[in-house]
């Protein structure tokens, strides 16, 4: 597929690592040009240096709309344009419903859903001024699979199932194609917690048909199809990357994370 991207103007958030990184690699890799933001600015500067120039760095927070509007003016002053968009950044902060503050709340789903809103709001205007383009949102296994200790994050990604859907519907007459990859677990900073427990990563995988967790590169290439012309014809669809996890539910995170705090 060499190529497949040549001369393509692109933005990632959550470009320096994880899914984010994994996207960016392929985009250039196959010939495009990447703008790409994180809030983690040192991280960035670092993979920065190893992408090349064909990478644009902007240090960037997804929860301030002039972060959002930047790191679009940014891609299409470098490629003139901007042909695809992804929006991977997100994270969490655990806690059962009765205990979650409502400060993580608010963290997790501005976070998770605001920031993509505020990148989907900026990238489709700029989409809508030139003719075109596809975005895909990364959301979750979680939008349809709840987990003990994870409302904020489950509820935030469902949210940016329906927003994905919501986008597709608005712009698909104007040649804007929007689409959601759900991932199961995946190999990241974000989830290197579990990776780091055998036994929480084992009660994982018991739940994972396929019986392994995925690479960010697992996620990459399905995002990647659907910001291509291979993909012209799908607009507001939610494609789920999770060894078939989904059909078999989530594990019981109570061993691990302990009762809730709260008592009646």
Not at 11 to 17: K, N
Request: glycine share 12%; with cysteine.
């Amino acid at each position: 597929m060499s190529g497949r991207f040549e001369e393509k103007s692109a933005l990632v958030t959550g470009a320096a690592s994880g899914i984010g990184l994994a996207i960016t690699r392929e985009i250039l890799n196959e010939g495009g040009r990447v703008a790409g933001s994180d809030i983690n600015s040192d991280l960035l500067q670092h993979v920065a240096k190893d992408l090349g120039p064909r990478f644009a760095p902007l240090a960037g927070d997804v929860t301030k709309e002039t972060d959002a509007e930047a790191l679009v003016a940014l891609a299409v002053e470098r490629g003139g344009r901007l042909d695809m968009a992804f929006n991977v950044a997100g994270g969490n902060r655990a806690g059962y419903i009765v205990d979650q503050s409502e400060a993580d709340w608010s963290f997790v789903v501005d976070l998770c859903l605001k920031g993509v809103f505020l990148g989907l709001k900026h990238q489709g205007r700029q989409m809508l001024r030139q003719g075109g383009g596809a975005i895909v949102n990364i959301a979750s296994l979680n939008a349809h699979v709840p987990m003990f200790a994870g409302s904020a994050y489950a509820t935030a990604k469902a949210g940016v199932e329906m927003l994905t859907r919501n986008a597709a519907l608005e712009w698909a007459d104007r040649g804007v194609r929007v689409n959601a990859v759900l991932p199961g677990l995946v190999e990241t900073p974000l989830t290197r917690p579990h990776f780091q427990d055998p036994e929480r990563l084992a009660a994982f995988k018991s739940r994972i048909p396929m019986g392994r967790p995925a690479q960010p590169e697992e996620i990459a290439g399905p995002a990647l199809f659907l910001a291509s012309m291979d993909a012209s014809y799908v607009s507001g669809a939610s494609l789920l990357v999770d060894g078939a996890w989904a059909v078999s539910g989530y594990p019981d995170m109570r061993p691990f994370r302990g009762g809730e705090k709260w008592q009646p």
